[in-house]
Each structure stands twice: as C-alpha cells, then as structure tokens.
C-alpha cells in the first residue's frame, strides 16, 4: 500500500470514529430526576430499614447474654457513627462502623457477628447514622467516651436511694 493511499483511509478511519463517537455522545443525557412517588418510595425503605435497625439495636437475641446494644449506647448515634472509620483498639486496627457493631456482638454480647452486607447490618448502620443525621461527619474524630456505670440491676438495691 502506498504512503498516499495509506494517509487516505486513515483519514477516513479517523472521520469515521469522530462521527460515531459524536453520535453517542449525543445520544447520551444525564438521568432524569426522580418523581416524587419514586423519592417517596425511596425514602420508604430507608424508613424501614431505620425501624429494622432500632428493632435489632435494642433486640438481646443477637447476644446470647441478655445484653442488646442499646445496652452500652442507648441509641445508635451513641456509637458516634459520624468517627468511622478509624483506629480501635478493640479491634487493633483502622475499622469500620460495621467492624465494631460485629465486635460488640461478639465479644460482650456472646453473639454470633452479622454478615457485613447482610440487611440486619445495613439496617443497623442505617438506624445508627439516622439517629446521628445532621452531625458533620468526621472520621478518625475521638469521641470515646467513659462507660456509665449501671447502678439498678441483680445485686444493687432496687429503691430510689440505689438510683442515683
């Protein structure tokens, strides 16, 4: 093939693919919004998995104690969701909010720990980032905090005095 030839059906080629490819380009439109029974419908499940979520947060099944989250942090943003990832020492490594729910299942509640992308670990995250909305996330933030002691329960006294 000579050279003069050559340059031709290059040029040809080229053409052929810019046309092409500004036909797809053209084809190409950003995604429409969503209607507002779609948002709703959007908003409905992510609803329901905050309600599954709370559900288990407060649910000693998970354990095999009697001990539930909501033990230790009374609701989800208690866990301060807002710091993952970051470094645990329980864990002895940078974690995940859902690394340290499964570690709180298994070691002070005796339970068996949740597949990370099982929905009873997608709900509980989803309760426990809901329940923190409108805090500006900061991961790696300290906001580890002192347990508060249990002063009611087997062996404290079950008056007002024991209380307080």
Same mark, same amino acid.
């Given at each position: 093939?000579?050279?003069?030839?050559?340059? *031709?059906? *290059?040029?040809?080629? #080229?053409?052929? &693919?810019?046309?092409?490819? !500004?036909?797809?380009?053209?084809?190409?439109?950003? %995604?429409?919004?969503?209607?507002?029974?779609?948002?709703?419908?959007?908003?409905?499940?992510?609803? $329901? $998995?905050?309600?599954?979520?709370? =559900?288990?947060?407060?649910?000693? %099944? @998970?354990?095999?104690?009697? @001990?539930? &989250?909501?033990? &230790?942090?009374?609701?989800?943003?208690?866990?301060?969701?807002?710091?993952?990832?970051?470094?645990? *020492?329980? @864990?002895?490594?940078?974690?995940?909010?859902?690394?340290? +729910?499964?570690?709180? +299942?298994?070691?002070? !509640?005796?339970?068996?720990?949740?597949? /990370? =992308?099982? =929905? =009873? !670990? +997608? $709900?509980?995250?989803?309760?426990? !980032?809901?329940?923190?909305?409108? #805090?500006? +996330? $900061?991961?790696?933030?300290?906001?580890?905090?002192?347990?508060? /002691?249990?002063?009611?329960?087997?062996?404290?006294?079950?008056?007002?005095?024991?209380?307080?």
């Amino acid at each position: 093939m000579n050279n003069r030839r050559f340059k *031709t059906l *290059t040029t040809a080629v #080229v053409a052929v &693919c810019t046309l092409a490819t !500004m036909f797809v380009v053209s084809n190409v439109q950003a %995604k429409k919004p969503f209607s507002g029974a779609e948002a709703e419908d959007q908003v409905n499940m992510l609803m $329901a $998995a905050v309600k599954r979520g709370d =559900d288990l947060w407060h649910n000693p %099944k @998970l354990g095999t104690n009697g @001990l539930a &989250c909501g033990n &230790c942090h009374p609701d989800g943003s208690a866990s301060n969701p807002h710091t993952w990832p970051k470094y645990q *020492t329980n @864990l002895g490594k940078v974690g995940t909010l859902r690394e340290m +729910i499964n570690w709180c +299942i298994s070691v002070p !509640m005796l339970g068996k720990p949740l597949a /990370p =992308d099982s =929905d =009873d !670990m +997608i $709900a509980m995250e989803a309760y426990a !980032m809901y329940t923190h909305r409108g #805090v500006a +996330i $900061a991961p790696a933030k300290d906001e580890q905090h002192g347990a508060v /002691p249990v002063v009611s329960g087997p062996g404290y006294p079950n008056a007002d005095s024991g209380n307080r």
